[in-house]
């Protein structure tokens, strides 16, 4: 399959269109105050839901073949967490961005996907340019962001309300024309 809206399989992972039954799952993951730490912290059931609803599920109708999809291991289907290819709150640019279940860290999942997903847009989407912004401290976010091949460009803010509490951020871009994976560290 070739589009998220579907299917978009990596190696080892796929991601799927979330949909209201994945309500307990992302929950779970949204609820551990590890994943939540440069997240603006842990999040309820109702602010889950809220995620799960404007940012995922309505968001789909609105800009396809982009959005927030469910990470899924492909060898057990078991839930891993989610990647994203969206806008940034707010903002015009497409960001790369992921959240993976605690025990699944360390395995290169996050980076995995996020490459898959970044050939996707400039290949399939057509994307001229794809960025991420993470945490300041968040440095195994950035290492994820330097091996898809993302280039740190300084730092920027955020007006829209859920980014602007975070203050300055960790800034990364990778324009199509450049882009090349694996990259050199
Ligand atoms: C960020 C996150 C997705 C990383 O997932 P992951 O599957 O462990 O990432 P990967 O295994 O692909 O890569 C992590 C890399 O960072 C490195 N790393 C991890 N912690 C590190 C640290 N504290 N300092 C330096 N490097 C670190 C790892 O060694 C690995 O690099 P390597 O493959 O060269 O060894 C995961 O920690 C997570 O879900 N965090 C909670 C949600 C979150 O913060 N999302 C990002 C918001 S911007």
């Known amino acids: 399959m070739t589009s998220p809206d579907d299917i978009l399989e990596s190696d080892r992972l796929y991601v799927r269109r979330f949909t209201p039954a ?26 889950v839901e809220s995620t799960l609803q ?24 078991r839930f891993l967490g989610f990647h994203v290819l969206n806008h940034i ?14 025990d699944a860290w ?10 898959r997903l970044m050939r996707y847009g400039f290949d399939v989407r057509g994307l001229t340019q794809i960025c991420a912004i993470t945490n300041l401290d968040h440095v195994a976010s950035q290492h994820v962001l330097l091996k898809a091949g993302l280039e740190r460009r300084g730092e920027r803010t955020f007006a829209h309300p859920i980014l602007a509490d975070q203050g300055p951020m960790a800034w990364f ?13």
Request: proline share 6%; aromatic share 10%.
């Open 22 to 47: 994945d309500l307990d799952d992302l929950a779970a993951l949204l609820g551990d105050p590890d994943v939540g730490r440069f997240l603006g912290g842990a999040k309820d059931r109702t602010a």
């Open 54 to 77: 404007n940012r995922a599920i309505a968001y789909y109708d609105q800009h396809p073949g982009l959005g927030m999809w469910a990470t899924i291991e492909r060898g057990s289907g």
């Open 89 to 102: 709150h707010g903002e015009p640019d497409i960001q790369v961005g992921y959240a993976l279940v605690r």
């Open 106 to 115: 360390g395995h290169g999942y996050a980076t995995e996907m996020a490459v």
């Open 173 to 185: 871009v990778a324009d199509r024309a450049t882009w090349q994976f694996p990259p050199r560290l």
